[in-house]
């Protein structure tokens, strides 16, 4: 049976539902995030003599426009879950360094023409990806495997002591359709 041949499951006990294709020959997602505003971008480390260099974020590539004003990281336990949590105007650039994690996105925003839309991207050392979210877009972040997941984030503008532009809600929330946990 070759490449290109395909077999009907007319045979078949059941059929079930047919996989959809989801990357290239070149291992590339082909799906673009379904919310408006956020892009993604996998990246290819790059083999060295003595390990693996990773790009994380470069203005060239085309993102976003916005200026990288504070760059925090974050480390999650195994099986750890954030909760959601939104900004009005800042603007998150999340990348997993180490471990695995799942990046959960819903669309919040009521102009938006992908209001209510849900997305969800695995990432990180062995995948390795930077997703970026806009204003009003709510996300959380689950640790996936048996190690410490390190998360960076790569903000527009970076965060006020005094007033907090984060607003959040439980992992289980109802009004959100998706549970973190």
């Known amino acids: 049976m070759g490449n290109?041949?395909?077999?009907?499951?007319?045979?078949?006990?059941?059929?079930?539902?047919?996989?959809?294709?989801?990357?290239?020959?070149?291992?590339?997602?082909?799906?673009p995030p379904a919310i408006?505003?956020?892009?993604?971008?996998?990246?290819?480390?790059?083999?060295?003599?003595?390990?693996?260099?990773?790009?994380?974020?470069?203005?060239?590539?085309?993102?976003?426009?916005?200026?990288?004003?504070?760059?925090?990281?974050?480390?999650?336990?195994?099986?750890a879950v954030t909760g959601w949590h939104a900004h009005a105007v800042t603007q998150d650039r999340l990348f997993c360094s180490l471990g695995s994690v799942r990046i959960s996105l819903f669309d919040g925003r009521k102009t938006s023409p992908t209001f209510g839309a849900l997305w969800h991207k695995i990432v990180g050392a062995v995948r390795p990806a930077i997703v970026i979210i806009p204003p009003g877009v709510w996300h959380g972040v689950?640790?996936?495997?048996?190690?410490?997941?390190?998360?960076?984030?790569?903000?527009?503008k970076a965060y006020s002591f005094e007033s907090p532009d984060h607003w959040r809600l439980p992992p289980d929330t109802d009004q959100i359709p998706y549970k973190l946990v």
């Open 142 to 156: 689950a640790s996936l495997g048996p190690e410490t997941a390190l998360v960076l984030n790569l903000v527009d």
């Open 4 to 31: 290109n041949d395909r077999r009907e499951p007319q045979d078949w006990m059941t059929a079930g539902t047919p996989d959809r294709q989801t990357v290239t020959h070149d291992w590339l997602a082909v799906d």
């Open 36 to 79: 408006d505003g956020v892009t993604f971008k996998e990246i290819r480390p790059v083999a060295t003599s003595n390990g693996y260099l990773t790009e994380i974020f470069r203005a060239e590539w085309g993102l976003d426009s916005l200026a990288v004003d504070q760059v925090f990281q974050r480390t999650m336990y195994p099986g």
